[in-house]
């Protein structure tokens, strides 16, 4: 009878990230997704839309710049999309930017590969959001956890992160 009553009060606790978080402190209205990463399917955007069955032009990846000199930049863009680092680094005022290197994106973000948020980085770093977030209803991003993605308005993302909207995409 105890163990019955132990197993019933032991229902899967639902995950709840930094990102979430924030969210919630702010009563912003979104989805969470949450799905098995170690999938072929999981590795990109489409595969992922697949997974969560939402539209792949609704997967938004979020991106780690530098200009080589120690300042960082945030890209986010469709998952299935180039970034136009001269666009970028013309919108951002700087002469030139890169990809940050892997090895640096934990130390930078405290996020790991596949699930960097643009949400509660260590740090606030200047965001960009590519223009094409205006063609969808609601954007879905990394929840800070690999295998976990939140559902949003763009708006949402971009007043809680302090973002700008630009055309950033090849």
């Known amino acids: 009878m105890f163990l019955d009553i132990v197993r019933r009060n032991m229902k899967k606790k639902e995950i709840k990230t930094n990102a979430m978080r924030l969210l919630d402190e702010h009563n912003a209205s979104y989805t969470h997704y949450s799905f098995d990463p170690k999938g072929k399917e999981a590795k990109t955007g489409v595969g992922v839309a697949e997974i969560i069955k939402k539209n792949p032009k609704q997967i938004f990846k979020t991106i780690l710049t530098t200009d080589l000199k120690g300042n960082y930049f ?7 999309d180039s970034i136009d680092f001269k666009k970028l680094a013309k919108n951002f005022g700087v002469k030139s930017l890169t990809m940050s290197p892997l090895k640096d994106l934990t ?3 405290g996020y790991i590969k596949g699930g960097c948020s643009p949400f509660c980085m260590k740090k606030v770093f200047p965001t960009i959001v590519d223009k094409k977030c205006l063609d ?3 954007i879905i991003v990394s929840a800070g956890k ?3 993605q939140i559902e949003i308005e763009p708006k949402i993302l971009v007043d809680l992160i302090d973002a700008k909207i630009y055309d ?3």
């Open 146 to 148: 690999v295998g976990n």
């Open 168 to 170: 950033i995409a090849k």
């Open 74 to 80: 945030v890209a986010v863009l469709m998952s299935e």
């Open 136 to 138: 969808v209803e609601k």
């Open 107 to 109: 130390k930078v973000t």
